[in-house]
């Protein structure tokens, strides 16, 4: 059973320190990028706040990440020790939430650390998905 995407879905109580967000899913066979994002509800006009977009972008080998505050998107961040997702393959990404930061980890490995740009974590509240994959699971 695999939820429809692009997907938006709501995180009950927000995030707060300690709480972790799980994406299942299974990468498209050709797939150009996905998109996980965190956002402060779901209002596309004005668009949401996003406290965190992590972007899988196969053609460059790249995970960027971002956030946008009050319409404005800040400085993207893209170093990664390696490119963690294969075409036609399935992964498992976790957002840990702590006080300072998103700590994201792929198929068990911490891959990157995100300091909050977004300083009240009880208001990410949403998650949205979209792009080339199939989601399994969400948690």
């Known amino acids: 059973p695999f ?80 490119f963690p997702f294969i075409p036609d393959q399935p992964f498992r990404v976790e957002i840990l939430c702590e006080h300072p930061r998103f700590r994201i980890f792929v198929d068990g490995h911490q891959l990157f650390d995100f300091y909050h740009r977004i300083e009240t974590l009880s208001a990410i509240d949403t998650i949205k998905i979209n792009g080339d994959l199939q989601l399994t699971k969400l948690g």
């Open 3 to 82: 939820q429809i995407v692009p997907f938006c879905g709501h995180i009950k109580g927000g995030m707060r320190p300690g709480k972790k967000i799980l994406v299942m899913g299974i990468v498209d066979l050709n797939p150009e990028s996905f998109g996980i994002s965190l956002t402060c509800g779901e209002s596309e006009d004005p668009p949401a706040d996003v406290a965190i977009e992590l972007k899988a972008v196969f053609t460059d080998r790249q995970f960027v990440r971002n956030s946008c505050v009050a319409g404005e998107w800040g400085e993207e961040q893209s170093s990664i020790p390696y």
